[in-house]
């Protein structure tokens, strides 16, 4: 079985189809009503979630079951498929020297993400480090700083300066022996024009291999304006969602992954530095559908 975490109704309605070999319309609409419903109430667009539902029943209707499939297993392999399709495979990370600039707004989990990012490099053998220019909300240094001491890992930051932009340059050429350079952005409570103008700035300084924005699992409707705002100014190659240890399930996400044209890359599930977990598909679309 491909997903074996279904949620209650719906492995119901599954089960109501155990023997048959072929499914009615009622029965394909049984399922994508329950599948509807999950995906609603996990935060799923509501555009995706009619696009990935469209596609769902017509393939349920047109494809014969291979063969010693039963309707229900085969139903079931569709609906994992396509959500695949849409969920997309983790953000490639190769194992090597790179820049990471990490965005998005204030709370969102940026700084506990960067220090258990750098962790995460860390336990994978390379030299992590990570750049703090957050000179907006405070705390932040010191933050960073205690996030990074736990995880073992070089930190670079300078509490009384106050240009990010020359913190940023001055972090990488002192830690220029690091393989992995993480470079930790301030957020704001929202979209403000001094906000796109920093991390531009930024961006244009650190010229990173890879932005990923940072959003909290229990984002809903706001994931759409952050990620294409931050993807028409730096450019999003993915997403890492936070708070997964809570009750949210992250399907705010996936909207972000839609609008940038990009994939989750990690999961945070906690607040200390151990902590995150590599985005992996089929957990994932258990829990949206759970
Ligand atoms: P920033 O403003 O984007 O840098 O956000 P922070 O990294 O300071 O995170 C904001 C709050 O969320 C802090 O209290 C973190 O401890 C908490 N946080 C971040 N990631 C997670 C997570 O995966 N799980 C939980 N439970 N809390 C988290």
Redesign the pocket.
Known sequence: MVLDDLGSSLRGTLDTLQGKSRLSEDDVEAIVKEIQRSLLSADVDVSLVMELSDAIESRALEEEPPGGTTARDHVLKIVYEELVDLVGDSTELPLESQTILLA?L????????AAKMAWWFSKKGLRPAVIQT?TF?PG?YD?AKQMCERAEVEFYGDPDAEDPVQIARDGLEETADADVHIVDTA?RHALEDDLIAEIEAIETAVDPDRSLL?LDAAIGQGAKEQASQFEQSIGIEGVVI?????TAKGGGALTAVNETDSSIAFL????TVQ?IERFEPSGFISRLLG
């Open positions: 998005g204030q709370g969102s989990g940026k700084t506990t993400s957050d909300r932040a933050q957020g940072v936070t708070k997964l240890d809570g945070g599930t906690g607040e902590d």
